[in-house]
């Protein structure tokens, strides 16, 4: 789960936004992407320790694996995320009988 914490004031989220939709689009079943606005969630900025925002926050089964603060665009958000994924399983072989 990569979580975005924005703002709607923060100039730099409004360029991050775009990249995580769009990778959330093209990394749909590998990675779920959502938003949390400051502003309206301060427990939970504070509850991560956001200090700055943008922040993207990457977990794995509620673990944080890996953050980030400030704007980046689509390909260098891709090029952070791709190699902190959980590798996918593969399938069981079928038996060809």
Do not use: Y
């Not at 990569?2 to 990778?23: K, S, T």
Request: aromatic letters at 6%.
């Amino acid at each position: 789960m990569l979580i975005d914490f924005w703002a709607p004031w923060c100039g730099p989220c409004r360029i991050v936004a775009p990249a995580v939709e769009r990778l959330s689009n093209e990394l749909a079943g590998r990675l779920k992407a959502v938003k949390v606005n400051t502003d309206l969630e301060p427990g939970l900025q504070e509850r991560f320790g956001i200090r700055g925002i943008p922040t993207l926050v990457l977990l794995d089964h509620g673990m944080e694996r890996d953050r980030i603060t400030g704007a980046m665009g689509a390909d260098a958000l891709r090029k952070w995320v791709e190699p902190r994924l959980p590798v996918a399983a593969k399938s069981p072989a079928k038996d060809s009988k």
